[in-house]
Every structure is written in C-alpha cells, then in structure tokens.
C-alpha cells in the first residue's frame, strides 16, 4: 500500500482560506473544499488571526493569509538552522497536532504515523523525539506539554486499615483466572467526580481488565442509584444475554456508590444474577489499576477541579471512542477496541467449536 504524504498548508492555500473566510464559509467547508483535515485549518485560523476595527470602532476577529505566511517564516527561519530533524516542518507540525490537539503521547503520535500509512523524512525512535523535546526542537510544544507526567514519590506515605469488611463478596474470593486476566470479560469500574459541592454530574468508568476496552457513562449524581440505574440502561441497550456474557464479573472500590451490590449483580428484567460484583480492600486502588490508569485519561479532557455539569453525554461517548482508539504499547500498536473484539471472536469460536 502507497503511504500518504503529509503536506502542510502552502501560501497559496492561505490565500484560498482567508477569501473563503471573508466569504462566510465555515472551518468544515473550508476543510472540505481544500482537502484537509478540521484540526489543520481550525489551527491555521489561529496562526493568522488578529483584531480588525472598521470606521465605526466595531472590533471582529478576522484570518490574515500574510500574518500567518509571516509566522510560518518566521518558525522556520528560527529553527531552521538548529533543527536536527532535517528541517522537516511537516513531521513537526503532525507531532504538534497529536500532543496539543489530540492530547496524545509521543508512543502514541509514532504509532499513529504508522496507523494513518504516513510518511517523512524524519524517522525517529521514541526516545530521540523525547529528546528532542527536550532539547527545544518544537515550535509550540516541551516536556510540561507531555500528558500524564510521572508523579513524585511522596515520602512516610502511612497505610491506612481497613476497618470494616466490604459490603458484599471480597476481591480474596476473586478466581484466579480473573486475577491473572486469562479470559475476557472481567471489568474494573470506578467514578471519576468534579469539585465537591459544585458538580452533582459525575462519571462511572468501566475497565476490561485484559484488553483495556473501556465504558464511560454519565450519572446524574454520585449515587448508588445512579449507578444502578446506568448498568441498568446498558442492559437494555445490549439485551440481558449479551450483558451476562460481556460483564462476567465486576471490581469496584467501597465507594457509596457502589454500595447496592444486589442492584449491580440483578438483573433489571427477571431479577436473576446478571455479574458477579467483587470489593477490593479499603485504600487499596492498586487492586483496580488498570481502572485508575484509564481515570487519568479522562482528566486529559477535564481536570480536577472542573466542574461536569455542563458536559453532554456526546462529549462522554466521544472521550469514550477516543480512549478505546488510542493506540497502546502493551499492544504494539494495537488499540483496546482492536484488541477486544479480536477476543471477543477467539472466544466465540472456541465456545462454538
């Protein structure tokens, strides 16, 4: 298969932009007409935009193809001389876009290149493109820009007890099969909330624990109903055999919210056991680390201290597509979505041979 060459926007093409602007055309149609990508015209918008103030002193916001020309000439005039990456303007522009707009990893941004069949003049290993980063070699991006940064290790860090037993069935009478993630079908499920006392909407996250497949689904507020009511819905949406067989057990912490285990395990038609659901130890989020992994993806988009109200269903689902998209190292590659139906289909055809 011919790979794609990835071409940043010319001077022509700005020119095209800013009538097309003036125009009344909007990003997607612009996008359309030139053939590229929403992001790329979405950020060549950005590089030449500026204030324009008519005779009546009414400011509006307005592209210039020679603001954005001169920058462009600028960015590679300053690092045209020092750059060690061939002066490949293209690679460094797709690298950008990846970290800053997609909020994806350098892995991920190689692997991608891979994925989507580019090809540049620059071919670097992973830890050469860090280095580059560190070395100042980007026009827009450093190590402060990588996402997930590792976290200090914080000194006489005490234990705390766990000082009542959980609610329903113990993680220490979890099989061993579903520890060692030999079989698909065993979930990790957890909430990722906002600011306490502002933000009634929270998220309940659910984990495959061998493929990394994940489920994000927006509660209404932080409670066990709540929960209950979302499990509840995705079992209509599937039908109750395809739930059985998708969540064969679930792990959760001893959060309030997941303190109805009768609700999580039954069944909302017939009452009959749908999932087997396991508490771990109280102060023990290692023993959902996949789960508490996958969190970290999520405040990519939304940070601590934001508050969840105002975000749609859609814009949850899209965080959901994007993380079960997002090519993984463990995988080669490969990405959770990937990964899991390709179980999925080994486990059908051995249960029907």
């Known amino acids: 298969m011919e ?21 009344g055309r909007t990003i997607t149609q612009i996008a359309e007409q030139l053939q590229k990508n929403y992001s790329s015209i979405w950020r060549e918008l950005q590089r030449g935009k500026y204030i324009h103030r008519n005779s009546e002193w009414i400011e509006e916001e307005r592209y210039s193809s020679d603001i954005a020309q ?13 750059l060690k990456l061939g002066k490949d303007y293209e690679f460094v ?27 540049f003049d620059t071919d670097v290993c992973l830890s050469t493109l860090y280095n580059y980063v560190r070395s100042g ?33 113990s993680i220490d009478q979890r099989p061993e099969e579903i520890n060692n993630r030999e079989t698909i079908g065993h979930w990790e499920m957890d909430s990722v909330v906002g600011p306490q006392g502002k ?29 209950v009511r979302a499990l509840d819905r995705l079992e209509r949406e599937m039908g109750e055999k395809k739930f059985r067989e998708t969540f064969k057990s679930i792990t959760v912490d001893n959060g309030m919210e997941f303190s109805d285990f009768d609700g999580i395990e039954r069944s909302r ?11 771990c130890h109280a102060y023990r989020s290692c023993e959902r680390a996949r789960n508490e992994n996958q969190n970290r993806f999520i405040r990519r988009f939304y940070p ?29 590659g ?18 029907m041979a």
């Not at 000082?163 to 069935?169: H, L, P």
């Not at 038609?269 to 508490?279: C, H, I, M, Q």
């Not at 490969?334 to 249960?351: C, L, N, W």
């Open 70 to 82: 001169e920058k462009c000439d600028k960015n590679k005039l300053a690092h045209g001389k020092g």
């Open 93 to 119: 522009e797709y690298i950008e876009r990846k970290i800053l707009e997609e909020k994806k990893s350098l892995q991920v941004a190689l692997y991608d290149i891979r994925r989507e069949n580019l090809t």
């Open 334 to 351: 490969k990405t959770a979505g990937e990964v899991y139906k390709a179980f999925r289909e080994e486990e059908m055809e051995v249960r």
């Open 199 to 227: 933000s009634k909407k929270t998220f309940l996250v659910l984990t495959e624990r061998k493929s990394l497949k994940e489920i994000v689904e927006p509660l209404k507020d932080h409670t066990s109903n709540e929960v």
């Open 3 to 23: 790979k794609k060459k990835y071409k940043h926007i010319t001077e022509y093409e700005r020119i095209q932009i800013e009538a097309l602007r003036r125009a």
């Open 304 to 332: 601590k201290g934001v508050n969840f109200d105002h975000i749609t269903r859609k814009e949850v689902k899209e965080i959901e597509t994007w993380m079960n998209d997002y090519a993984r190292k463990m995988f080669d």
């Open 269 to 279: 038609r017939n009452k009959k056991k749908r999932t087997t659901v396991y508490y």
């Open 137 to 169: 070699m980007f026009y827009n991006i450093t190590m402060a820009d990588m996402p997930m940064p590792r976290k200090k290790k914080r000194k006489n860090h005490k234990i705390k007890k766990q000082k009542r037993a959980s609610v329903g069935t």
